[in-house]
């Protein structure tokens, strides 16, 4: 082969692990942002046609994050055995078949199953993202691909937002929408992911077994427990925001959907999670970060009936939390460098934990005590989690 012809299937290779990348961001937008998060989107609605109390509209909304603690699990198995691009895929196909679900919900408990799987979606698809980026593109760009596929999250926020504004009254067709772009989303993923025989480009955990990782590194019980306290600080936003601008503010819909909009938005920021750690430390990063969504959440809840407010609020916490979830998937694979998937999904797993236990206190505080004490509640976790910083000894961010 001529020098030419090289460097020209050297270029095609390159163009097709970034669209691997595209593919991967929009997995993890239908994932999080439709499956996952929509629901507390749509929560005053489906309050409404089911008859729910906030209790009970926490319970399911934390059966989305209970489904993903179990996925994850089943996916940190099994993504080593079968390969990334399989259970990329299958993480679509559960996406389509919960968003489905909900869509057709005759009533709570099917409503309940559907959130429990659409929400299991997630679990499954970010281990193995993180095995391909880790597997398939060159090492000095990992950490920007890997927080580019992490921000999928708030561009799926920022498209279900005017889908609700559009469809608010008819939300079945909106979850059906929902549905139809999984499937899209799934064949695109099937395409562009390569397949687990395909020659690496860096060394991970499915390329590297000849210099096999400890199972436990230290360090990863204060990330486990930073996670933790993220996952748990996050979910008066996520399940019961909206909610509280339209019942305590008073907002309109057109207010309450676009703050959900500009929420997805200001997530898109998450990609620079990796360049700010660069730049600033993990630590500080991570320490800066998690104040700022505590004192997001703290202006939301104080503010709820004035819209500069409730805007501000939401293109904070939405910017905050993506670039939360980057810094934690950064922090994961620098402690596993050599077993990426297991590292991410072990970070991830914790964020959910914290959102499953923390989503039906919320909804119960709110029921008992209002609104005002569950948020401040999530805010001063936030406040704790940020106390919790990675060792001194952590490796530096790679290029």
Not at 76 to 95: C, I, M, N, P, Q
Not at 111 to 122: C, E, F, K, P, R
Request: glycine share 12%; net charge positive; hydrophobic share 55%.
């Amino acid at each position: 082969m001529s020098a030419a012809n090289a460097t020209a299937s050297a270029r095609r290779k390159d163009v097709a692990r970034w669209g691997m990348v595209a593919a991967g961001t929009a997995l993890i937008g239908t994932c999080y942002g439709f499956a996952r998060f929509a629901y507390g989107l749509f929560a005053p609605e489906l309050r409404a046609d089911f008859a729910m109390s906030s209790s009970a509209s926490g319970v399911v909304g934390a059966g989305s994050y209970a489904g993903y603690c179990v996925a994850i699990v089943v996916s940190l198995v099994l993504t080593e055995r079968f390969g990334a691009r399989r259970l990329a895929v299958a993480a679509g196909v559960v996406a389509t078949v919960g968003t489905a679900t909900v869509a057709l919900a005759p009533g709570p408990y099917v409503l309940a199953a559907g959130v429990l799987i659409a929400g299991s979606s997630t679990g499954l698809a970010s281990p193995p993202l993180a095995a391909a980026v880790s597997r398939w593109i060159h090492a000095g760009v990992q950490d920007r691909a890997q927080t580019i596929v992490n921000a999928g999250t708030g561009i799926g926020v920022l498209v279900s937002g005017p889908v609700a504004l559009a469809l608010l009254d008819q939300w079945r067709w909106a979850w059906a929408l929902f549905s139809l772009l999984a499937v899209a989303v799934t064949v695109w993923v099937w395409v562009t992911v390569p397949p687990a025989t395909a020659e690496p480009v860096a060394r991970s955990s499915e390329a590297a077994t000849d210099s096999p990782q400890r199972r436990y590194v230290p360090g990863t019980a204060a990330m486990v427990l930073a996670a933790l306290l993220m996952g748990a600080s996050s979910v008066a936003v996520w399940t019961f925001g909206r909610e509280l601008v339209t019942t305590v503010g008073g907002a309109s819909s057109l207010v309450s959907t676009s703050m959900w909009t500009v929420l997805g938005a200001a997530g898109v920021v998450g990609a620079l999670g990796g360049d700010l750690a660069a730049h600033v430390g993990l630590a500080r990063s991570w320490t800066t970060t998690m104040a700022v969504m505590a004192a997001a959440t703290v202006l939301l809840v104080l503010l709820p009936g004035n819209s500069a407010a409730v805007f501000v609020a939401a293109a904070v916490f939405g910017a905050s939390y993506i670039i939360l979830t980057a810094l934690v998937l950064l922090w994961s694979t620098r402690l596993y460098p050599a077993r990426a998937a297991a590292g991410v999904g072990l970070g991830f797993l914790a964020i959910a934990l914290g959102q499953a236990i923390g989503a039906p206190l919320a909804g119960l505080l709110t029921d008992v005590t209002g609104a005002t004490a569950a948020f401040l509640t999530c805010a001063g976790l936030g406040l704790l989690g940020s106390l919790v910083r990675p060792g001194r000894s952590l490796p530096a961010t790679s290029g």
